[in-house]
């Protein structure tokens, strides 16, 4: 979408002419800081639109801070906008927090839970939501048995499951992609 809208203007704004460059960054906050860094000094970009995975916000956000280059972002890591502000950041998503607010308040108030057990993936997008519903839940008068971190990835969550408190009267997961599914498995 982004290319085709630039490719229906003729590549240009105000007149001037757009040129677009392209970066993976693999999910990865290491070679995000790289690849930004590859824009900003090798191809002398004005400014970076992008980042997806909610673990690569923080780190195009250093790239920014130090480099004073502007950036549009899309990951939801909550310090991007809660606490580590960075001037020349925008991001165009909602905070992770958000996304798990109501679900805490749906976990106590709906379903009438009262000591959950979270899995949530560790990464500043699975943090976010799960401590964000987490926040709310205790809000209304609930206990949170335990928090269990799992990794992108985790081939086996038997484990995992096997560690849920027996006092638990719901298990609320934030687990996405191919993770859910082995953890619906296991």
């Known amino acids: 979408g982004f290319k085709l809208f630039w490719d229906q203007h003729g590549l240009k704004a105000g007149g001037r002419p757009v040129k677009i460059f392209y970066a993976d960054s693999m999910c990865n906050p290491d070679n995000t800081m790289a690849q930004a860094r590859r824009l900003i000094h090798a191809d002398k970009v004005d400014y970076i639109m992008g980042g997806l995975c909610g673990h690569v916000g923080p780190a195009l956000a250093q790239v920014s801070r130090e ?90 969550y038997g484990p995992v499951l096997a560690s849920i408190p027996t006092d638990t009267d719901y298990v609320a997961a934030v687990v996405v992609g191919a993770d859910l599914l082995r953890l619906f498995n296991a």
């Open 67 to 156: 480099t004073g280059v502007p950036m549009l972002i899309i990951p939801g890591a909550d310090e991007l906008t809660k606490w580590d502000l960075v001037p020349t950041v925008i991001r165009t998503s909602g905070a992770a927090s958000q996304i798990g607010h109501p679900f805490g308040t749906y976990l106590y108030d709906e379903l009438g839970a009262r000591n959950v057990t979270f899995i949530g993936q560790d990464y500043a997008w699975g943090h976010g939501i799960t401590l964000g519903a987490a926040k709310t839940f205790k809000e209304k008068g609930g206990k949170v048995a335990k928090i269990l971190w799992t990794k992108i990835g985790t081939a086996d």
